[in-house]
């Protein structure tokens, strides 16, 4: 047996890391993931349960995913070339990082955005540079080119629209930055199917976009299916560095059925749009509550009254929400998934409860 200092054995840039955090509770209604809270379509289910079957798990997964880049070109109207596929977008986040950065190298981003940047960089010796957000969270080209140059920045990640402030960032903007900025810019389209506006028209002029998307806001978040579309040089480096079968079978074949019947899926997503806009209206109408405007499946709202009171509050009641208070900018804001009707109305009517009684 032996005993060793294992704190000193590991490198001090994991030590001083803290793991991305998501509250898991057994609560009833989960309004903190931005998963879509529809369950998937029966009849996908039924297929799915069918083709489940006839699997042939003891063999490894296809290393290529052609069956499901096929489906995704033909979607997107791009080249097979052109995409990679990850185990979810987390991943390709890391695995680009780790293709443009050395350690040392800086990474920007706006402030606030989705943590997962600055945590994957961190991890790699990569330092992040954050610009931050104007009081309507968008940016200038200008002061932001202006505020990396100089700083070793290699990759630019926008969150697009941005999470957790739930807009889209000013297009003209993001194009000035893409045109001028001599690296690379990813734009993390996550939430693409709540917004429907897209930077993937771009690719055949700048060979610096990559587009990242994902499917795990819009149904398939348990599946861990994301994807990106870049130039394919740099599809290239990606199959370089990427595990081998990064994307399990299960993942493969049932995101290309779900594909393949996507209408059923556009369904959900319609109705998420459409209650995101009457919960927005709702939550607008709560006094002591301000939300922000929002091109996702999500809200960000500031209350008056201390926001953790009002999580634990929530939390109480069987409703789970995002408290992120913990950033400087966000005091007192939380953040809520548009979940199904009769969830955001049961949402709606405790956090007003909750803020009246406060
Ligand atoms: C949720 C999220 C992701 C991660 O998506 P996965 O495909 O589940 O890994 C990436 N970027 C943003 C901005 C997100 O909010």
Not at 45 to 69: E, F, I, W
Not at 106 to 134: C, E, H, Q, S
Not at 224 to 241: H, L, M, N, Q
Not at 266 to 290: N, S
Request: aromatic share 8%; net charge negative; proline share 5%.
């Amino acid at each position: 047996m032996s005993q060793i200092n294992l704190q000193s054995k590991i490198c001090e840039r994991i030590k001083s890391l803290k793991a991305y955090h998501v509250d898991t509770c057994s609560t009833e209604i989960k309004l903190h993931a931005n998963e879509n809270s529809h369950p998937l379509d029966s009849r996908l289910m039924k297929q799915l349960q069918a083709r489940l079957v006839d699997l042939p798990l003891n063999r490894y997964p296809d290393p290529d995913c052609a069956g499901l880049k096929q489906i995704l070109a033909n979607r997107l109207n791009v080249k097979v070339d052109q995409l990679m596929i990850g185990n979810g977008s987390d991943e390709l986040i890391q695995i680009l990082i780790q293709i443009f950065c050395d350690p040392g190298d800086a990474l920007a981003v706006p402030d606030p955005t989705f943590a997962m940047y600055n945590i994957i960089a961190k991890g790699m010796g990569v330092r992040p540079v954050p610009f931050p957000l104007d009081e309507h969270w968008d940016l200038k080209a200008e002061p932001f080119l202006e505020s990396i140059r100089d700083q070793s920045v290699r990759i630019i990640f926008f969150s697009y629209p941005n999470n957790p402030t739930g807009n889209c960032f000013s297009a003209e903007e993001l194009q000035k930055v893409i045109e001028v900025f001599d690296g690379i810019v990813v734009l993390d389209e996550a939430y693409y199917d709540f917004a429907r506006t897209s930077f993937i028209d771009q690719l055949d002029n700048h060979n610096n976009l990559i587009i990242l998307r994902s499917l795990s806001k819009i149904g398939l978040a348990g599946l861990r299916v994301g994807y990106g579309v870049a130039a394919p040089e740099i599809i290239r480096e990606v199959d370089k560095i990427r595990l081998p079968y990064n994307s399990n079978m299960l993942s493969q074949v049932f995101s290309e059925m779900v594909l393949s019947e996507f209408s059923l899926v556009e369904e959900q997503i319609d109705k998420i749009i459409d209650e995101r806009r009457h919960m927005q209206e709702a939550l607008q109408d709560i006094t002591g509550v301000t939300p922000f405007h929002s091109d996702a499946n999500f809200i960000l709202f500031r209350t008056l009254c201390e926001s953790r009171t009002i999580f634990d509050e929530l939390a109480k009641r069987g409703i789970l929400v995002r408290d992120l208070s913990a950033h400087p900018r966000l005091k007192n804001c939380l953040r809520v998934t548009v979940g199904t009707s009769e969830e955001n109305s049961q949402f709606l009517k405790e956090l007003k409860a909750i803020v009246q009684a406060s």
